[in-house]
């Protein structure tokens, strides 16, 4: 295959869709690929595959590979990696994107392993730029910059990978727009025959049973997310902010310091290490906002802040700062929609 130097997407594929996640990658290596002049190109793994590209062409995409194979569903890790490594080395694609998954977080460690390439894990943003090396002044045109908070958030980092290829990066769901480029895009399908690429010892693993337990809590599409920080200062207050919430018909959201202080469940963290959410509204109570936050959550229409800390860094980038204490704050904000709303 001569097919080189492309944009490849891995999605990732489950009862008959492509994730979210890798719809929203579709739509960001489309832009990489048109500031690099090149293709972008889909990779669905799996089994049942029939009319997959349907869901992945009215993002951009010009050519999908297809490797269908009864036993490459559902993931298992050598198989995969092994389609993924074998097929690199003949299409040498100069940029290869994931979605920061348990899928990808397994697989991408060990692809670019395999070819030596570097990785970039859970990045919130991705450029095309140059680069030069500050030791031999060697200049490089249209690197990958792979940008992500570092040493706990205090800055954020540029990561480029100037000589290795593919030039590898993870993102978490969320972080990236999922927009279709043209709902009549046609690019071309190329179906690979799974014994090529995988090799008979790679299914060691076999996966008798299967058991996705849904998460109950939606934050990622709530229209209106009240979120508390480690300045909610308790279990107990949270409360508070659950009322705030069923009030406006929203969802709770939290910052890690307050899911770290054991105040609220994981599934309901906002930022880098969390879910991103765009919401119409959103409420920050008692939230410093570090870096890692406002990452997450930077996106939404309007912005609350809720604070007794006139100079939190939240302040900074909310439409409307409400100096005080939550707990005066908050109930009075039910009281006056519970009158107005009447």
Do not use: W
């Amino acid at each position: 295959m001569a097919d080189n130097n492309n944009v490849i997407v891995y999605c990732e594929y489950d009862e008959g869709r492509i994730a979210d996640v890798s719809l929203e990658l579709l739509t960001k290596g489309r832009q990489l690929a048109d500031k690099l002049g090149v293709k972008l190109q889909a990779l669905v793994i799996g089994d049942k595959l029939d009319g997959i590209e349907s869901q992945v062409f009215p993002y951009g995409v010009d050519t999908v590979y297809k490797v269908e194979d009864a036993r490459l569903f559902p993931y298992t890790s050598n198989p995969h990696a092994s389609v993924l490594i074998n097929l690199f080395k003949e299409i040498e694609p100069q940029v290869c994107l994931m979605g920061a998954t348990s899928i990808g977080r397994d697989l991408g460690p060990r692809v670019s392993s395999a070819l030596h390439s570097g990785l970039t894990a859970d990045c919130t943003a991705l450029e095309i730029g140059d680069h030069t090396d500050p030791k031999t002044g060697k200049e490089y045109k249209d690197l990958l910059y792979q940008i992500r908070p570092a040493f706990g958030g205090n800055i954020v980092a540029t990561i480029v990978n100037p000589d290795h290829r593919p030039q590898m990066a993870t993102v978490r769901e969320g972080v990236m727009k999922k927009e279709i480029k043209d709902e009549n895009y046609k690019g071309e399908v190329v179906k690979l025959d799974a014994s090529k690429y995988v090799d008979d010892s790679d299914f060691v693993v076999e996966v008798i049973d299967r058991h996705i337990e849904k998460s109950k809590v939606n934050i990622k599409n709530s229209p209106i997310i009240v979120a508390g920080g480690y300045g909610v200062g308790s279990k107990e207050n949270f409360q508070l902010l659950f009322d705030l919430a069923r009030t406006l018909g929203a969802e709770v959201g939290a910052s890690r310091a307050a899911v770290d202080a054991g105040f609220i469940e994981h599934d309901r963290q906002v930022g880098q290490t969390g879910v991103t959410v765009r919401p119409k509204l959103y409420i920050a109570c008692g939230i410093s906002g570090q870096i890692q936050h406002i990452a997450g959550m930077q996106d939404s229409s309007i912005i609350i802040s809720i604070n007794n800390d006139p100079n939190a860094p939240i302040n900074t980038i909310a439409d409307y700062v409400i100096t005080g204490n939550m707990e005066d704050v908050v109930p009075k904000l039910i009281k006056y929609y519970k009158k107005n709303s009447k």
